[in-house]
Antibody, heavy 126, light 110 residues
């Protein structure tokens, strides 16, 4: 059974950086995108960005461009999301989630974020 | 990219049916059949209930169904049960390898 296991909660200061990891079991890395989604306290889900572990290609949401870096280490089936210049409103629970992607005849088919990590709470406070 | 629009709250009694709407635009819901719905209980990870507008992942009850018309997607839950009480989020592919979530709907089972 595919599982995503995230790193532990973090408490950090404004202006600092944080790096969250997401370790996948099985061969999910080879056929999936890994999304990053966050939920600030009392707020809804917000898409942060994705990484294609097979190619290393990434795409952060526009509001995070220049502030986040998504990487992966295929040798340990782990994806990483690093955010810099943290502000208090970056305080949130950050989730990774996998999405199976199929390419048929050059068209992409997205099968939904069906496996989620347990979440990593990042608290930014002075 | 603006969030998709959902009602803040809906409610229903056990056994009833409810529908949650999700309004987007021509750049997301209206242009792609990659709408999904997630159930989220506080303190737990979200759970995929519907993908590609109306498909259910393995293990999801057929009480959950999805549909789409133009820029509007909908999630219908029939035969409401107390354990259905949760927040529900729609999500759509929005082109150029981006995704967007709705603001979320709190479902209360009275």
């Amino acid at each position: 059974q595919v599982q995503l296991v995230q790193s532990g909660n973090e408490v950090t200061r404004p202006g600092a950086s944080v790096k969250v990891s997401c370790k996948a079991s099985g061969d999910t890395f080879y056929t999936s995108y890994i999304h990053w989604v966050r939920q600030a306290p009392g707020q809804g889900l917000e898409w942060v960005g994705w990484i294609n572990p097979k190619t290393g290609g990434t795409n952060p949401a526009q509001q995070f461009q220049g502030r986040i870096t998504m990487t992966r280490d295929m040798s340990v089936n782990t994806a990483y999301m690093e955010m810099t210049g943290l502000k208090s409103d970056d305080t949130a629970t950050y989730y990774c989630a996998r999405e199976l992607v199929m390419v048929i005849g050059g068209d992409y088919f997205y099968h939904g974020m069906d496996v989620w990590g347990q979440g990593t709470t990042v608290t930014v406070s002075s | 990219q603006s969030a998709l629009t959902q009602p803040a709250a809906v409610s229903g009694s056990p056994g009833q049916s409810i529908t949650i709407s999700c309004t987007g635009g021509s750049s997301d819901i209206g242009n792609y059949n990659f709408v999904s719905w997630h159930q989220h209980h506080p303190g737990k990870a979200p759970k995929l209930m519907i993908y590609e507008v109306n498909k259910r992942p393995s293990g999801i009850s057929n009480r959950f169904s999805g549909s789409k018309s133009g820029n509007l997607a909908s999630l219908t839950i029939s035969g409401l049960q107390t354990e259905d009480e949760a927040h529900y989020y729609c999500c759509s592919y929005a082109g150029r390898s981006t995704w967007v979530f709705g603001g979320g709907t709190k479902l209360t089972v009275l």
